[in-house]
């Protein structure tokens, strides 16, 4: 069964610091990523996903994804992170066929003025 | 793009009544939808995988004649959470399958938190 893992449950960094969020997946079959944010008392929404094709995935709010098969990850980065960034984030798998979604434990991100 | 509406957002109920959410596809057809529920802090649990026109598979641990789920159709499943108590307080959320013409995508609702006092 598909497993998905999030190293860090909280990251704090300071404002305008670069932060790298990991995590790993454990299926080696065909699987879609994704990296949800949700902010306090709101519902989740979609930063990213990595279907196919290029492996460096672009996402909103200046968020980036790299998925590397070999090492089973999908780390989520962004140069310089805001206030607002202050969130928590979800990375999460889906494999094909009629399967729920997989999702990590969660990473607190919490951005230091 | 596709949308998902959760409704009602925000819920408040007393101990004992039933609270029904409602998830919808609003513009695709989504033969498979689930359910999440989410602790405080915590990542998101599935509770039950509902396919249009049969019965809904529930995770292991979820009380089936708690969390009534009915998905009658194409674009409608809901959550009954009945005789609610307040450890059923929680965030729930729907997600809802988008297979149609070659795509194969996942949307969400934007959750309902649910608060039984």
């Known amino acids: 069964a598909q497993s998905v893992t999030q190293l860090d449950s909280q990251v704090p960094v300071f404002e305008e610091a670069p932060v790298e969020l990991r995590c790993n997946y454990s299926?080696?079959?065909?699987?879609?990523l994704f990296w949800y944010v949700q902010y306090p008392n709101q519902g989740l929404q979609l930063l990213l996903k990595?279907?196919?094709?290029?492996?460096l995935v672009k996402g909103i709010n200046g968020f980036e994804a790299e998925f590397n098969k070999s090492q089973t990850s999908f780390h989520l980065r962004k140069p310089s992170v805001h206030i607002s960034d202050t969130a928590e984030y979800f990375c999460a798998a889906l494999s094909s066929g009629n399967t729920p979604l997989v999702f990590g434990k969660g990473t607190r991100l919490s951005v230091i003025a | 793009g596709a949308v998902v509406s959760q409704h009602p957002s925000r819920v408040i109920c007393k101990s004992g009544t039933s609270v029904k959410i409602e998830c919808r596809s609003l513009?695709?057809?989504?033969?498979?939808m689930f359910w999440y529920r989410q602790f405080p802090k915590q990542s998101l649990m599935l509770m039950a995988t509902?396919?249009?026109?049969?019965?809904?598979?529930?995770e292991q641990g979820v009380e089936k004649d708690k969390f009534l789920i009915n998905h009658a159709s194409l674009t409608l499943s809901t959550l009954t959470v009945t005789s609610a108590h307040p450890e059923d307080s929680s965030f729930y959320i729907c997600s809802a399958r988008d297979g149609t013409g070659g795509r194969d995508s996942l949307h969400f609702g934007n959750g309902t938190r649910l608060t039984v006092t």
């Open positions: 990595y279907l196919s094709g290029s492996t």
């Open positions: 509902s396919n249009e026109g049969s019965k809904a598979t529930y």
């Open positions: 299926s080696s079959v065909s699987v879609y």
């Open positions: 513009d695709f057809q989504a033969t498979t």
